[in-house]
């Protein structure tokens, strides 16, 4: 979106276009929607990161322990390219330790049960507010 100024200095008139982003929501259901989970599931918005984040390390800790467990006669039907990106990507991942792999093994089920959780309810609110 392009916001037009225009200046005035004396008898002349300098006009400029300043590219800015629409933030207005589509919705006022996205709004109701974010605000409901803010309220409901979350106490900030950093909660949400947070949260998200954890649950691509449990998704990619899953996948990990899927892939290792295959064979190498159905691992070796994989494109070479591809089965090598994902050998470095589970080497990578399996050379750190992540927020949600501490809380995993600090927590135990009760790590994913919250995850799990707070996602439920997400889907609860959307749910009620799209009238799905």
Same mark, same amino acid.
């Given at each position: %979106? ?7 200095? !004396? ?50 800790? %899953?996948?990990?322990? %899927? ?32 927020? !949600? ?6 927590? !135990? ?13 997400? !889907? ?9």
């Amino acid at each position: %979106m392009l916001q037009e100024i225009r200046v005035k200095k !004396g008898p002349l008139v300098s006009t400029k276009y300043v590219e800015t982003i629409d933030e207005t929501p589509k919705s006022d259901k996205k709004i109701k929607a974010q605000y409901a989970i803010e309220k409901e599931v979350y106490s900030a918005l950093a909660d949400s990161v947070a949260d998200n984040a954890k649950l691509v390390s449990l998704v990619f800790a %899953m996948g990990s322990a %899927m892939y290792n467990a295959l064979p190498d006669s159905t691992k070796n039907n994989i494109d070479a390219s591809t089965k090598d990106k994902i050998e470095y990507a589970i080497k990578k991942y399996e050379s750190i330790e992540t927020w !949600g792999d501490l809380q995993l093994k600090a927590e !135990g089920t009760e790590a994913i049960d919250r995850l799990i959780d707070r996602q439920a309810k997400i !889907g609860e609110i959307v749910k009620a507010i799209y009238n799905i």
